[in-house]
C-alpha cells in the first residue's frame, strides 16, 4: 500500500514509526510532517487544511490510504472528499467528526441516547448564559461551543470566575456555549476502534493536562501520558463501552453518519460509573505515543481493515502488558507564547537505552535541530511498571540538550503512587 499521513506532531511521528513496521506498506509519505516523521516517510509540503492538493497529491502518487491525524482535517470534510475520489481513508467523515467538532451535537446525542455525562445547558447569547448560571452549583464548567483544542474551557472555582469565561467567550461574534455540572473523580481516556458497527478497544491512557508539576498551571494540549490507565478496570472499562461507547456508535450509524476511525472517549470515573466528558475524533497527542509503543499488532493492517469496514469477527488488538511513559519537551513560554529557534542536541544518547524520541514542533536548519512549536519532543519509553517506564524515560530526557525547552519532573505521578506497595 501507498499510504499518506497528514500532521505534523509527536502523534503523527509515533503513527509514522508503527506504520513503517508493517509488511503491506509499500511507500509512507506524510504532509506536511517534520524531521523525525521524515525518518519513515518521504514528505510533501502540503498544508492538511488545502483539500484540493492532498487530492491531487494522492492521484499523481497513486497513494491507496490516507491517515488522518489531527481533528481539524476531519471535521473540515477532508474524509468525505477524499472519499469522494474513490480514495481509503482513515478517520471519520465530516458528519460523524462532529463528536469532537461541536460539543452541544455530543451533549444533545448523550440526552437523547441516556448516556451518562455531566448536566448541562447550551447558551447562545450572553444574557441566556449567564441566567442558566443559576441553574448550577460552583465548581462549574464553562465550555466554548465548537473546536477550541482543549483551550476553550474553564473549570471555574467561584461565580466570578464563571462569568468572567462567559464574558470572554461572547467576546466573539456568533459565540455559544455549554455549561456543565462539574464531575468529580479521577479522569482516563478509552481509545475504541470502530468501523461504525464493531467496536475494538484499542487501549487506554491517562496524560497530565496542566503546566506545572503538581498538576498547577494552565492547561496544555498534554505535558506527559502514560498507557495503560490501570485506574479503568477491565470491569469499568467493559461498563464505558456499554452505556457509553457502543449507544453513540448504534446513535451515528442509524443517523446516516456511521463512525469510522478512532474514537477517543475522555472519561470521568465517578462514584457513580464512568461518565462521558468528550470525544475527540482522532488519537490523543501525546496519548498516541505510548499506544504506539504498547500495541503488538501490524497497525497498517488494522487501519485499513477499520476504513474498509472489516472490523467484524476481530478480536481487540492486542497490547503488551509493559506500561509505556511520555514526558513532553516543551519551548519555554508554552502554552502561551513559545520561544521558537532554540537548539536541539543529544536525540541519539536518548535512545541508547531503548527510549524513542518522538519529534513534535522542530525543523532543519542546515544540519541543526531546532524547536519550532510549543510542544516540541516527546520522549517515551516503556517498563515492566510505572516506576521503570518513569525511569528510563527521563534518563532519555536527561540526555537532551535543548536549553530553551522545559519539561515535568512528574509525569506518571498518580501511578506511581497507586503502585507503591
Ligand atoms: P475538554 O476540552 O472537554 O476535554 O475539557 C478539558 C478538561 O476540563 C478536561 O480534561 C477536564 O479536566 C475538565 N473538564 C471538562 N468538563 C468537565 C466536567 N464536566 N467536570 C469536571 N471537569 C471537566
Ligand atoms: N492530550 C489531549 C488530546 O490530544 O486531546
Same mark, same amino acid.
Given at each position: 500500500?501507498?499510504?499518506?499521513?497528514?500532521?505534523?506532531?509527536?502523534?503523527?511521528?509515533?503513527l509514522?514509526?508503527?506504520?513503517?513496521?508493517?509488511?503491506?506498506l509499500?511507500?509512507?509519505w506524510?504532509a506536511?510532517?517534520?524531521?523525525?516523521i521524515?525518518?519513515f516517510?518521504e514528505?510533501?509540503?502540503?498544508?492538511?487544511?488545502?483539500h484540493?492538493?492532498i487530492?491531487?497529491f494522492?492521484?499523481r502518487h497513486s497513494?491507496?490510504?490516507v491517515?488522518?491525524?489531527p481533528e481539524?482535517?476531519?471535521v473540515?470534510?477532508l474524509?468525505d472528499?477524499?472519499?469522494?475520489?474513490?480514495?481509503?481513508?482513515?478517520g471519520?467523515?465530516k458528519?460523524?467528526?462532529?463528536?469532537?467538532?461541536?460539543?452541544?451535537?455530543?451533549?444533545?446525542?448523550c440526552?437523547?441516547?441516556n448516556?451518562?455525562t455531566?448536566?448541562?445547558a447550551?447558551?447562545?447569547?450572553?444574557d441566556?448564559?449567564?441566567a442558566a448560571?443559576?441553574d448550577?452549583?460552583i465548581?462549574?464548567?464553562?465550555?466554548?461551543?465548537?473546536?477550541?483544542?482543549?483551550?476553550g474551557?474553564?473549570v471555574a472555582?467561584?461565580?466570578e470566575e464563571?462569568?468572567?469565561?462567559?464574558l470572554?467567550i461572547?467576546?466573539d461574534?456568533g459565540?455559544?456555549?455549554?455549561i456543565e455540572e462539574f464531575?468529580?473523580g479521577?479522569?482516563?481516556?478509552?481509545?475504541?476502534?470502530?468501523?461504525?458497527?464493531?467496536?475494538?478497544?484499542?487501549?487506554?491512557?491517562?496524560?497530565h493536562?496542566?503546566v506545572?508539576?503538581?498538576?498547577?498551571?494552565p492547561?496544555t494540549?498534554?505535558?506527559?501520558?502514560?498507557?495503560p490507565?490501570?485506574?479503568?478496570t477491565?470491569?469499568?472499562?467493559?461498563?464505558?463501552?456499554?452505556?457509553?461507547?457502543?449507544?453513540t456508535i448504534? +446513535?451515528?450509524a442509524?443517523? %446516516?453518519? *456511521?463512525? $469510522? =476511525?478512532?474514537?477517543y472517549a !475522555?472519561?470521568?470515573?465517578?462514584?457513580? &460509573?464512568p461518565k462521558?466528558i468528550?470525544?475527540?475524533?482522532?488519537?490523543g497527542?501525546?496519548?498516541?505515543?505510548?499506544?504506539m509503543?504498547?500495541?503488538e499488532?501490524?497497525?497498517l493492517e488494522l487501519m485499513?481493515?477499520?476504513?474498509?469496514?472489516?472490523?467484524?469477527?476481530?478480536?481487540?488488538?492486542?497490547?503488551?502488558n509493559?506500561t509505556?511513559?511520555t514526558?513532553?519537551m516543551? +519551548?519555554?513560554?508554552?502554552? %502561551?507564547t *513559545?520561544? $521558537? =529557534?532554540?537548539?536541539i542536541c !543529544?536525540?541519539?544518547?536518548?535512545?541508547? &537505552?531503548?527510549a524513542?524520541?518522538?519529534?513534535?514542533?522542530?525543523?532543519?536548519?542546515?544540519?541543526?535541530?531546532?524547536a519550532?512549536g510549543?510542544?516540541?519532543l516527546n520522549?517515551?519509553?516503556?517498563?515492566?511498571n510505572?516506576r521503570?517506564?518513569q525511569?528510563?524515560?527521563?534518563?532519555?530526557?536527561?540526555?537532551i540538550d535543548?536549553p530553551?525547552?522545559f519539561?515535568r519532573r512528574?509525569?506518571?505521578?498518580r501511578e506511581?503512587?497507586?503502585?507503591?506497595?
Amino acid at each position: 500500500m501507498n499510504v499518506l499521513l497528514l500532521g505534523s506532531g509527536g502523534r503523527e511521528h509515533a503513527l509514522a514509526w508503527k506504520l513503517a513496521q508493517s509488511p503491506a506498506l509499500e511507500k509512507l509519505w506524510a504532509a506536511p510532517g517534520n524531521p523525525g516523521i521524515a525518518e519513515f516517510a518521504e514528505l510533501a509540503d502540503i498544508a492538511v487544511s488545502d483539500h484540493r492538493s492532498i487530492i491531487d497529491f494522492c492521484l499523481r502518487h497513486s497513494i491507496n490510504f490516507v491517515v488522518i491525524g489531527p481533528e481539524a482535517p476531519l471535521v473540515a470534510g477532508l474524509g468525505d472528499n477524499l472519499r469522494t475520489m474513490g480514495i481509503l481513508v482513515f478517520g471519520p467523515n465530516k458528519a460523524a467528526a462532529q463528536l469532537e467538532g461541536s460539543k452541544s451535537f455530543t451533549k444533545d446525542l448523550c440526552a437523547r441516547e441516556n448516556i451518562p455525562t455531566a448536566a448541562f445547558a447550551k447558551a447562545e447569547s450572553r444574557d441566556g448564559a449567564l441566567a442558566a448560571l443559576d441553574d448550577f452549583g460552583i465548581p462549574v464548567v464553562i465550555k466554548a461551543d465548537g473546536l477550541a483544542a482543549g483551550k476553550g474551557v474553564t473549570v471555574a472555582m467561584t461565580r466570578e470566575e464563571a462569568e468572567e469565561a462567559i464574558l470572554a467567550i461572547f467576546s466573539d461574534a456568533g459565540a455559544s456555549v455549554v455549561i456543565e455540572e462539574f464531575l468529580e473523580g479521577e479522569e482516563a481516556s478509552l481509545f475504541l476502534l470502530t468501523d461504525g458497527t464493531t467496536i475494538l478497544p484499542f487501549g487506554s491512557a491517562q496524560d497530565h493536562k496542566r503546566v506545572g508539576d503538581g498538576d498547577v498551571g494552565p492547561n496544555t494540549g498534554g505535558m506527559g501520558a502514560y498507557s495503560p490507565a490501570r485506574v479503568l478496570t477491565p470491569e469499568l472499562e467493559a461498563r464505558a463501552i456499554e452505556t457509553i461507547v457502543r449507544p453513540t456508535i448504534e +446513535a451515528m450509524a442509524r443517523m %446516516g453518519a *456511521p463512525y $469510522s =476511525g478512532i474514537l477517543y472517549a !475522555g472519561l470521568m470515573l465517578t462514584a457513580d &460509573g464512568p461518565k462521558l466528558i468528550e470525544y475527540n475524533a482522532r488519537f490523543g497527542d501525546p496519548e498516541c505515543q505510548v499506544l504506539m509503543l504498547r500495541l503488538e499488532e501490524d497497525l497498517l493492517e488494522l487501519m485499513a481493515a477499520t476504513a474498509k469496514g472489516e472490523l467484524a469477527g476481530r478480536a481487540a488488538p492486542h497490547f503488551s502488558n509493559d506500561t509505556a511513559l511520555t514526558v513532553v519537551m516543551a +519551548a519555554r513560554g508554552y502554552p %502561551g507564547t *513559545p520561544e $521558537s =529557534g532554540g537548539a536541539i542536541c !543529544g536525540i541519539a544518547a536518548a535512545e541508547v &537505552g531503548g527510549a524513542l524520541v518522538f519529534q513534535a514542533g522542530t525543523r532543519m536548519e542546515g544540519d541543526a535541530l531546532i524547536a519550532n512549536g510549543g510542544r516540541v519532543l516527546n520522549v517515551t519509553a516503556s517498563g515492566k511498571n510505572v516506576r521503570e517506564a518513569q525511569a528510563a524515560a527521563y534518563q532519555a530526557v536527561d540526555a537532551i540538550d535543548f536549553p530553551t525547552g522545559f519539561f515535568r519532573r512528574d509525569i506518571g505521578w498518580r501511578e506511581v503512587v497507586r503502585e507503591a506497595p
